[in-house]
């Protein structure tokens, strides 16, 4: 969605999905069977160094079946990142993750090997059924030059290959989100799988029970998807894919003049509804060489679209489609020596409609409606077209020591900017059991499209940037346990900032006049399973901040988030049932603390909050334990299991928002009342699952 209004983004979407957090701990509870698991007991970092072999692997490798196992995530991998080091959920108007103090729009997601239009529902959850992946990897910082245009981190996807056997199901049931698995062989070289899911709280559940605060649920946040995958491999060395996968979700309800967002903007008042819709397809060729050469060759397409109707009929409508080709060749160069080439090429084709209040507005801006502009109405699109190739060359004198040394050149011919990035990662064995990491590099990416638009934007606003550079030591121990220790150091550079009516440049909208830090230290001991048992302690600490150059004036990042410990264990404790948890601490979100009431300058008999200094204080600290039991039976001659999950078991109570209390306030000048939005309570969520 172009971002056109920061108002929509940060008030409307949030509170328009007043289940949606709801929907999120109680989404499908999942879990794989386990029957051709690999326990080697070997654990890959979650910062890897290098590239890795994708060979025919039809299971789930045992690092990703600890995510899809977490407690608290309820079967979704994407969500279970948030348990790993450094890693936090954004809030707001999105439920993606902020890595190392990074926005979420700087990450970039690739899901067997083509980048991906679709990741998160608008609701909260991935649209990944675990029974899908094969592996999953996070690059936090530093991720090599396969990778392009994204700052901040890096996910990657690799889904599992179809299993070439006699057809087999598994059926989810739950009022929450049911689902069905399919996979077959096809012929003697051929498989499929499909996954279809689809969430089921709105037949269950009345609208009434979801509205609160004058906000009427029109209807409940519903979302589905779905993916296909069929394998064709007629040779050792070779192997065809064809993919398509789809998502859609959709919610209505009506802001009264009661309502927060309607007392800040009475314009904004009315029904209001929120519709997505995505599809795609991607055709993967793979070729294996005897000599350890390795080559991939992609291409794929994807439309989507999603839009947002409220109030005085205001509208945000956006189309996009894009066309992607992407391969890569690797291979080994003697003994010592690997190198790697590729590049990927995109066209994108925006269309929207747009007939809304513009605000002009960021991020980093604690106060949107400083920034409200006239109404504007716009039919408009463009296209953008970006590529970029690398090479990759990795030396390995000896068992002991690991280089890689890159170079990524990238081009779109939108801002028609070209960037040339160097990027480079080591590892050294100094001792038997210790070995140290450094990985250092630059990146860009695109800009977010409602800053480059003619009607809302800057078309020549540049491409934000930035440096990474880590440095870390991994130190085994006995009976499979393992400590890492990362520091890392983030620069920012290019990023947006907003310009008011009274600028003299004002006209322009945004200027890349921005810049940020981030910087911290993620530690993590982990025990891998042995005894029946396996878990993790991980404590993050970071510092993020954002300065205008223009003023030279410094505040913290608005997902500056100091302290973070999570722990993690999962027992076996018999054959037939399994218990974990996962314990989350962490600082409360930084917010700008209300100092006053203001008159609104645009409404009549309305007042606004006056801001103090922006991110200048903290809501309180954040506490959530999860809980998650799986027994596993027989019913009617199949392998089944009820899994339970019980969402923050201490029922703590955590305050999401801090915002005025129109209850209490009516004119300006009145003293300042706050009211606070605290989180999910304790929730427990139930599935059946049955096996065919």
């Not at 060489?289 to 999603?306: P, T």
Request: proline content about 4%.
């Amino acid at each position: 969605m172009i971002q056109t209004n920061s108002q929509i983004a940060r008030v409307l979407i949030p509170a328009m999905l007043l289940s949606s957090q709801w929907v999120q701990a109680q989404s499908q509870s999942a879990d794989d069977e386990a029957a051709e698991q690999d326990q080697s007991g070997e654990v890959e970092e979650v910062l890897t160094l290098g590239t890795r072999r994708q060979g025919d692997y039809t299971f789930i490798t045992e690092d990703t079946e600890k995510l899809v196992e977490m407690p608290g995530s309820l079967g979704d991998p994407l969500a279970a990142i948030f348990a790993l080091p450094g890693v936090i959920y954004a809030g707001g108007q999105t439920e993606e993750p902020a890595v190392r103090g990074s926005s979420p729009s700087d990450n970039a997601y690739i899901v067997d090997f083509m980048p991906a239009g679709y990741i998160f529902h608008d609701f909260g959850v991935s649209i990944f059924s675990e029974f899908i992946l094969h592996d999953f990897q996070m690059y936090s910082a530093g991720f090599g030059p396969e990778y392009g245009n994204a700052t901040g981190a890096q996910f990657d996807v690799a889904l599992r290959q179809p299993e070439n056997k006699p057809t087999s199901a598994v059926i989810d049931l739950s009022m929450l989100r049911s689902g069905v698995f399919l996979e077959s062989g096809v012929t003697e070289n051929s498989a499929f799988y499909l996954s279809a899911r689809r969430s089921f709280l709105d037949l269950f559940v009345n609208e009434e029970d979801f509205s609160d605060d004058g906000i009427e649920v029109q209807k409940i946040p519903r979302d589905s998807d779905y993916l296909f995958k069929y394998s064709w491999q007629p040779a050792d060395a070779h192997r065809l894919s064809f993919t398509a996968n789809g998502a859609q979700e959709e919610a209505e309800a009506a802001f009264t003049e009661e309502s927060e967002l309607a007392r800040s903007n009475p314009d904004f008042a009315g029904d209001a509804r929120l519709e997505s819709d995505y599809n795609g397809q991607n055709v993967l060729y793979e070729f294996f060489g005897d000599d350890g050469s390795e080559a991939k060759l992609g291409a794929g397409q994807f439309s989507s679209q999603e839009n947002l109707y409220w109030g005085d009929d205001y509208v945000n409508e956006v189309n996009l489609t894009q066309q992607t080709v992407r391969g890569r060749y690797s291979r080994p160069l003697g003994n010592q020596f690997g190198l790697a080439v590729g590049g990927e090429y995109a066209d994108k084709q925006y269309e929207y409609y747009l007939r809304q209040i513009l605000f002009v507005c960021t991020e980093f801006e604690p106060d949107c409606e400083e920034t409200r502009r006239d109404l504007i109405e716009e039919d408009g699109g463009f296209d953008v077209a970006e590529a970029f190739y690398y090479i990759n060359a990795t030396w390995m004198p000896n068992d002991a020591f690991t280089l890689d040394v890159g170079l990524q050149q990238q081009h779109n011919d939108y801002t028609e900017e070209s960037f040339t990035h160097p990027r480079i990662a080591a590892a050294l064995r100094v001792a038997e059991r210790t070995t140290l990491t450094a990985k250092a590099g630059s990146y860009n990416r695109f800009p977010d499209i409602g800053t480059v638009t003619v009607e809302t934007g800057n078309p020549q606003l540049a491409s934000p940037r930035a440096d990474h550079f880590t440095f870390g030591v991994i130190q085994d121990f006995d009976d499979d346990w393992s400590l890492s220790v990362e520091t890392y150091y983030k620069t920012m550079s290019n990023l947006p900032l907003a310009l008011s009516e009274d600028d003299p440049d004002g006209d322009l909208r945004y200027v890349a006049d921005t810049e940020g830090t981030a910087y911290g230290v993620d530690v993590m001991l982990n025990k891998n399973l042995t005894d029946s048992w396996y878990g993790w302690v991980s404590l993050s600490y970071a510092k993020s901040d954002r300065t205008n150059t223009r003023t030279d004036q410094t505040e913290e990042y608005f997902l500056d988030t100091p302290l973070i410990l999570n722990w993690v264990v999962n027992w076996q404790a018999t054959s037939r049932f399994n218990i974990g948890w996962r314990w989350s601490i962490r600082s409360g979100s930084a917010y700008t603390p209300i100092v006053g009431v203001k008159e609104n300058p645009y409404f009549e008999d309305s007042v606004l909050p006056e801001y103090g200094d922006p991110y200048s204080d903290r809501l309180p600290i954040y506490n959530r334990l999860d809980v998650r039991m799986r027994w596993d039976f027989a019913s009617w001659g199949k392998d089944s299991a009820i899994i339970l999950d019980i969402i923050n078991a201490l029922n703590s109570e955590n305050v999401d928002e801090r915002s005025l209390d129109y209850d209490k306030v009516s004119a300006p000048g009145d003293t300042p009342v706050t009211k606070d939005s605290v989180g999910l309570g304790v929730t427990p969520a139930l599935t059946y699952r049955v096996y065919f």
